[in-house]
């Protein structure tokens, strides 16, 4: 097993972000292993919305329960913990674990490749509204599957930090404050007329740009507030939230992490 285990060292880095068509080609790979004759398994835990105590303790008990759980931990502490869920397929004494971009229910443990959860999760044209932020400029929009449908994009000057002291600084904070709470307040604007026509539609809400200043939005935006239970815990990496980022960020919302993953013995 030395070869596979090569294989799947050199497959994927651990926590690399993988495209719908990469993992696609990867799970054709564990198959065509599979149907080698080598002996193969697949692992299924939900959504933290769909899992609870109960889920871990059943794998923990379960005859190839702990194997499993030895071999994620080992590739990352935050597999089993996964908000999204994760999909971990076995292959000999190698392996990867795959963390989807949206929930995943599906809860298993059995013999095979049983990848059809996954590609079915990844196929499912969702609605996801989107909004990225820093400060000076936003960027909100709405996606059907990988497709913008709407968007909106603008900027709105923000003071550089100052470092002066005395009263010129504390008269300098409270300007650039004002500058970021009107940031707030436009953006907030745009999004609320931007998503309103598709609140009956949106699956998810997906966030990104700088983390202060999307931290700071969701405090003062009172949509955001209302769609809490449908936001995506994980964060867009876009580091300017115009037009250009926009065209990449539909297939940036469909990509999963992977870790490679070893078996002792």
Not at 224 to 242: F, H, K, M
Request: aromatic content about 6%.
């Amino acid at each position: 097993m030395a070869s596979l285990n090569d294989t799947f060292s050199s497959s994927v880095r651990p926590g690399q972000s993988l495209s719908v068509g990469r993992v696609q080609r990867e799970l054709d790979r564990l198959r065509e292993l599979a149907e080698s004759g080598v002996a193969a398994s697949t692992l299924h835990v939900p959504s933290s919305s769909a899992r609870d105590d109960v889920t871990i303790g059943a794998l923990a008990r379960h005859r190839d329960g702990p194997s499993w759980i030895d071999a994620l931990e080992r590739a990352s502490n935050q597999a089993l913990r996964s908000p999204t869920g994760l999909a971990a397929f076995r292959i000999g004494n190698a392996g990867m674990a795959i963390l989807p971009p949206f929930p995943m229910d599906a809860t298993s443990l059995g013999e095979g490749i049983n990848d059809r959860p996954l590609r079915a999760l990844l196929a499912t044209r969702f609605t996801v509204g989107v909004a990225l932020v820093r400060l000076g400029r936003y960027a909100i929009a709405v996606y059907e599957g990988q497709q913008l449908a709407v968007s909106k994009t603008d900027t709105r000057y923000v003071k550089s930090r100052h470092h002066a002291g005395g009263t010129s600084q504390q008269r300098f904070r409270r300007v650039r404050e004002n500058q970021i709470h009107r940031l707030y307040v436009e953006a907030a604007g745009v999004l609320e007329r931007q998503w309103r026509p598709w609140l009956d539609r949106l699956d998810y809400v997906a966030l990104g740009g700088e983390a202060a200043t999307v931290n700071g939005f969701v405090k003062e935006c009172d949509m955001l507030g209302r769609l809490a239970s449908i936001t995506l815990q994980r964060r867009l990496d876009v580091r300017e939230p115009n037009r250009a980022a926009l065209d990449q960020v539909g297939a940036m919302l469909y990509q999963c992490r992977a870790y490679p993953l070893r078996w002792n013995g």
